[in-house]
């Protein structure tokens, strides 16, 4: 049976890959050059893998030194193809374009959002809204999906969320303090860069407000760093929001649930996941939790990793769909400064500020129970 698509979506979506490998063409050619007056040029690349491609957190960038490239551009490559997993049709049905992980030998499954629809808890229906793409997942811990692409084979026992944990005082702050989101008649902005904003009242920043209002009327202590650590240079944002995180853990060692608040970086409007919850539109929330793939010292990242699990039963329990998988990568995304780190991903960019920030009472309530 021959599949009939749409012209525009053809060439938008070729234009991203044609994009996507002229990239690596520039890299590979960086690669062969080599000493102290190609740093410029390196830069230079560092800083297009970040504007261009910011899905692909690869996560502390300094030099080209400290890359394993060959993986990275590997996983670059596979993240760009799911974004356009599902294509629509003419007349709106989705074709699956399948994609091997080369990271895992474990194959591979999508969550037909469709089928998760309406799901009643008392009085409260949740419904997933389809956004055109199926989220995948490799591993299932008692309804909690993980895509897992680092090298470990994660057992049952290693899923089971034995943790505890201080939730009387969270810690939030976010790497990308500028990611922002579709604009709205209410939530106007001058942007500063695609999806992104200085403006701290229209950013992800702002989502972190709604998250410490409503933890705070659960009576949990917040601190809520929003220093800018992606501006004015995107470049070494990991490494500048390690030092806040330290910062401020050094004067507040008894917290253990540290939120990274992002906002999704697929930089594509037309991608808004949501849930429909009661008769509230809001975002869809998603954690990323790194392992020591990258850096053997990051010992606790099975301590947040359970954290995370922990957290998505309860919210499969309230809110069914609230969050999508769990992905689970060989980056650390500075995770090891505490037993419950973890990064949060809100909305993408064609969800709106509105959204975002109502999905964050759903959070705190879920964080209130766990």
């Not at 005082?169 to 001058?190: A, G």
Request: with cysteine; charged share 25%.
């Amino acid at each position: 049976m021959i599949k009939v698509f749409k012209v525009s979506d053809l060439i938008k979506y070729s234009l991203k890959i044609v994009s996507f490998l002229v990239i690596m063409f520039v890299l590979m050619r960086g690669f062969m050059s080599k000493g102290e007056e190609n740093t410029e040029t390196k830069e230079a690349m560092l800083f297009c893998i970040d504007e261009v491609l910011p899905e692909i957190k690869i996560g502390k960038i300094e030099s080209f030194e400290s890359v394993n490239f060959s993986d990275s551009l590997k996983f670059a490559f596979t993240s760009e193809l799911e974004v356009i997993s599902s294509i629509k049709q003419e007349d709106g049905e989705d074709v699956e374009v399948q994609v091997a992980n080369e990271n895992t030998n474990i194959e591979e499954n999508t969550v037909s959002q469709e089928n998760n629809n309406k799901i009643v808890e008392g009085e409260t229906v949740t419904e997933v809204i389809n956004s055109g793409v199926n989220p995948r997942y490799t591993t299932e811990y008692q309804g909690v999906l993980i895509n897992n692409s680092t090298k470990y084979n994660l057992s049952q026992e290693m899923l089971t969320p034995d943790v505890e944990v201080n939730k009387n005082k969270v810690v939030i702050y976010h790497t990308h303090t500028c990611e922002s989101y579709t604009p709205t008649e209410q939530y106007q902005y001058e942007a500063s860069g695609n999806f992104r904003t200085i403006d701290l009242n229209y950013s992800v920043a702002r989502v972190g407000d709604e998250l410490a209002k409503n933890l705070e009327g659960y009576g949990v202590t917040v601190v809520h760093d929003k220093t800018y650590h992606d501006y004015p240079a995107y470049n070494g944002s990991y490494s500048r929001s390690l030092i806040t995180a330290q910062n401020v853990l050094n004067s507040n060692q008894d917290a253990d649930i540290v939120i990274d608040l992002h906002r999704d970086a697929i930089a594509d409007g037309t991608y808004a996941p949501k849930v429909k919850i009661g008769d509230e539109y809001v975002s869809q929330l998603m954690f990323v939790i790194g392992s020591d793939g990258a850096n053997s010292a990051h010992t606790n990242w099975l301590q947040n990793l359970k954290f995370a699990v922990k957290v998505q039963q309860k919210a499969n329990e309230l809110y069914p769909g609230l969050f999508k998988p769990i992905i689970f990568r060989n980056s650390e995304y500075n995770q090891h400064v505490a037993n419950a780190a973890c990064i949060i991903e809100v909305g993408a960019t064609g969800n709106t500020l509105e959204e975002s920030m109502g999905a964050m009472k759903y959070l705190a309530k879920i964080l209130e129970e766990i």
